[in-house]
């Protein structure tokens, strides 16, 4: 397939440390995925805890896709030419995920690039609906 993935296991619950430190692309294949699971890290909004990582980080990877897992609905934090997603959980587990969950990915790589497509496998969505009576 001439792909390599990359990943770093988090080796306890909460941690400082990016998953995205330290990885080094090998120039032995041509497409480059990086498995990471932790928070982007959004000036202001996140405590820092539970592995942050930049969006700095994903640009400068030179992955063509980053594979972003913690956040249980879709998200995309692709950078530049280089393709970085959370999606999400394949149910919707609350309502605090709207309708951004209930999703797989397809993601599709060759010399013309990286592609993404959203594809819904959840069957529920939660919403909240406001009746006037």
Same mark, same amino acid.
């Given at each position: 397939?001439?792909? @390599? $993935? =990359?990943?770093? +296991?988090?080796?306890?619950?909460?941690?400082?440390?990016?998953? *995205?430190?330290?990885?080094?692309?090998?120039?032995?294949?041509?497409?480059? $995925? !990086?498995?990471?699971?932790?928070?982007? +890290?959004?000036?202001?909004?996140?405590?820092?805890?539970?592995?942050?990582?930049? @969006?700095?980080? #994903?640009?400068?990877? /030179?992955?063509?896709?980053? +594979? *972003? /897992?913690?956040?249980?609905?879709? +998200?995309?934090?692709?950078?530049? !030419? %280089?393709?970085?997603?959370? &999606?999400?959980? &394949?149910?919707?587990?609350?309502?605090?995920?709207?309708?951004?969950?209930?999703? %797989?990915? *397809?993601?599709?790589?060759?010399?013309?690039? @990286?592609?993404?497509?959203?594809?819904?496998?959840?069957? =529920?969505?939660?919403? @909240? #609906?406001?009746? %006037?009576?």
């Amino acid at each position: 397939m001439d792909i @390599t $993935v =990359y990943g770093k +296991a988090n080796l306890s619950p909460q941690g400082s440390e990016s998953p *995205l430190q330290g990885l080094v692309k090998t120039d032995e294949t041509a497409y480059h $995925v !990086a498995m990471a699971h932790g928070e982007i +890290a959004i000036e202001g909004k996140l405590s820092g805890d539970y592995y942050p990582m930049k @969006t700095k980080e #994903i640009a400068e990877s /030179g992955m063509n896709y980053v +594979a *972003l /897992g913690h956040w249980h609905r879709y +998200a995309d934090f692709s950078q530049g !030419a %280089v393709k970085a997603c959370y &999606p999400g959980a &394949p149910e919707t587990l609350s309502f605090e995920e709207g309708e951004d969950s209930g999703f %797989v990915l *397809l993601v599709s790589m060759d010399d013309s690039g @990286t592609r993404i497509e959203k594809k819904r496998v959840g069957r =529920y969505i939660w919403r @909240t #609906i406001d009746l %006037v009576v």
